[in-house]
């Protein structure tokens, strides 16, 4: 019971999915007012952040005759019993990115940028250790298939809030330091530094700083006039506190300020979307028509390893919903704070939501979901259609003793794929049991668990999983896809020759060079995995993603991470100093206790 407890947390903490309850809206248009719609979702919203324990939420809905819904709930901050409404500020975090995406292509309207000029163009101080510079273009850091670090640790959230709006500009010495973890443009792997970097190069080729020019290019015209840039911002507005348990947090600062920085209140939200979608009908100066649909659609439809994942500039384009219409979505993680943004541009529907309660991580998604396809629903009188599963087929054991082997996971470790008669099983270096492997005829693989390799036991998150393989280049890799949803590949690895030396460098490690630096990165440890093949970097990343990474030898003093993609290929250095092992990694500086 216990190895079944825990594989449940762990599959539930993987998947975005389950537990929301459904809005109803059983009218048609013509016999139901805007009024009675808002009530009905703001209705539901109050209902689930009962169910929740949600301290603070802000919501705004848009269609096609304007705004449904712009108000807070809860409290922005519950001890002074502070009331969140429609003017409170809410951290969105990296739905950021979208406004950063956004003031980029207007300055490539104006001729200043070339989505396909190297970045090494426009920002001289930038010199990467292999060049790439040279190779990594503006459209390869809107869609994040620049190589870049993705998320470089230090100074993830500064230990303080800083006044200064030029920051995130301290972003380039990070990147020349860390380079890059896979070649330019060869897969999509999310990027916070890219984005960051996007924010020097807006400053270089207009000749305002990142934060004056979406006050002024952006926010000005659409008429956001609450809403802040980044945290160190003068404001006279109440922003809402964070939650963490019990306990109450001040908005974090990011250094990557134009990956991250922004807080919306539910006013200037609902003028953000309609901004977004009036351009995209050709109803907006803010873009042209053509640049804001280029923007939603695929730029990597000729990425071989992006096959089934769609992403535009900034948009991810993969319409969870499974409705007949574009959808453009953006999650935003920054905890205790948690956002998500879905707009259905044709029909003119969007919206966004945030709130400030880390027990309720995924509240936005599954919310924002449930309202966008009760809206989806009323107007077009169309039903959504259930994700279907394609039929079992058999195979052989020849047939999956192809797929046999090691593969790197950022969550999982050092995960086995092995064979048992002709049956495939999934076996993560973290779970006690393994993971039994259904072939379909698709060419994927459902999951499932059976108590003593018998008894199939119903988790329903793993309804929404499938396992696929497929091997680029010579390269052989293990995806996962939630939904339609697919998730960075896992490569897989053969045992390493560990230098004798790693055995020294064992132990945890506490970050020596930024304060209050368990926000970011804790319960840092390296040790051999339980089969005594690889060496495996564990730490818990803000709080919430519990991470177990291999760790590939360069030399006695020297790794990367092992696999390609998000969280992986990063450097490590180990050094001696006065008789004490530190570790050099993303930025940090790490003394083994």
Request: proline share 5%; glycine share 8%.
């Amino acid at each position: 019971m216990k190895d079944y407890l825990l594989i449940t947390v762990i599959i539930a903490f993987l998947c975005s999915c389950g537990g929301t309850r459904s809005i109803t809206l059983d009218k048609r248009p013509t016999e139901m007012s805007r009024v009675e719609i808002a009530e009905k979702i703001a209705e539901y919203v109050k209902k689930e952040m009962k169910k929740r324990k949600i301290v603070g939420l802000s919501v705004a809905v848009v269609d096609a005759q304007g705004v449904l819904l712009s108000e807070g709930f809860g409290y922005a901050d519950k001890k002074e019993k502070i009331p969140a409404d429609e003017k409170t500020l809410f951290p969105v975090a990296s739905i950021t990115k979208t406004v950063t995406a956004m003031a980029v292509m207007r300055l490539t309207e104006k001729g200043l940028i070339d989505l396909d000029k190297p970045i090494g163009d426009y920002i001289d101080e930038l010199s990467l250790p292999d060049g790439a510079e040279n190779i990594i273009t503006t459209r390869m850091l809107l869609t994040h298939h620049s190589g870049l670090h993705g998320d470089i640790l230090y100074n993830w959230y500064l230990p303080k809030i800083s006044p200064n709006p030029l920051e995130y500009e301290k972003i380039v010495d990070l990147i020349n330091e860390t380079g890059t973890v896979f070649a330019p443009g060869k897969m999509h792997s999310y990027c916070n530094a890219g984005y960051a970097l996007l924010g020097v190069l807006i400053h270089k080729v207009s000749g305002k700083n990142y934060v004056n020019f979406i006050h002024s290019e952006i926010f000005d015209p659409i008429g956001i006039n609450e809403s802040i840039v980044y945290a160190g911002e003068k404001t006279d507005a109440v922003i809402a506190k964070g939650y963490e348990g019990k306990e109450s947090t001040e908005m974090p600062m990011k250094i990557g300020t134009p990956a991250g920085g922004i807080a919306f209140s539910a006013e200037d939200a609902a003028s953000y979307l309609s901004a977004i979608i009036d351009a995209y009908n050709g109803k907006s100066q803010i873009l042209k028509e053509r640049t804001m649909k280029k923007m939603m659609i695929p730029q990597n439809k000729n990425i071989a390893m992006d096959e089934g994942f769609s992403i535009g500039f900034s948009w991810f384009l993969q319409n969870p919903l499974g409705v007949d219409t574009k959808v453009a979505s953006h999650r935003g993680e920054l905890p205790p704070y948690h956002a998500m943004t879905m707009i259905l541009p044709e029909l003119k529907v969007g919206v966004l939501l945030s709130q400030n309660t880390n027990r309720a991580a995924t509240a936005p998604e599954e919310m924002s979901s449930e309202i966008v396809k009760a809206l989806y629903g009323f107007y077009t009188g169309g039903d959504i259609e259930k994700r279907k599963t394609a039929p079992k087929t058999a195979l052989s054991r020849n047939d999956v003793k192809k797929f046999e082997g090691i593969y790197s996971s950022m969550y999982f470790g050092p995960t086995k794929i092995m064979v048992q008669k002709s049956k495939l099983l999934l076996k993560p270096g973290t779970m006690p049991m393994p993971l039994h492997l259904i072939p379909r005829e698709d060419g994927t693989f459902s999951m499932k668990v059976k108590l003593l390799g018998l008894i199939p036991l119903p988790i329903k998150e793993l309804e929404t999983i499938t396992v696929e393989f497929r091997e680029y280049g010579g390269e052989k890799y293990l995806y996962f896809n939630i939904g339609n949803m697919m998730l960075n590949p896992n490569k897989k690895i053969e045992p390493f020759d560990n230098p004798a030396e790693y055995k020294e460098y064992e132990g945890k490690y506490k970050v020596k060079n930024m304060e209050n630096s368990g926000r970011v990165v804790k319960n840092v440890e390296l040790k051999l995995d339980k089969d005594g093949l690889f060496y495996v970097l564990k730490y818990t990343f803000m709080g919430r993603h519990a991470f177990n990474i291999a760790v590939r030898p360069v030399d006695k003093n020297n790794a990367r991470l092992a696999g390609e993609g998000y969280f992986v290929g990063e450097k490590i250095n180990w050094e001696k100093e006065n008789d004490k092992t530190l570790m050099y990694w993303s930025g940090l500086i790490l003394e083994k206790k």
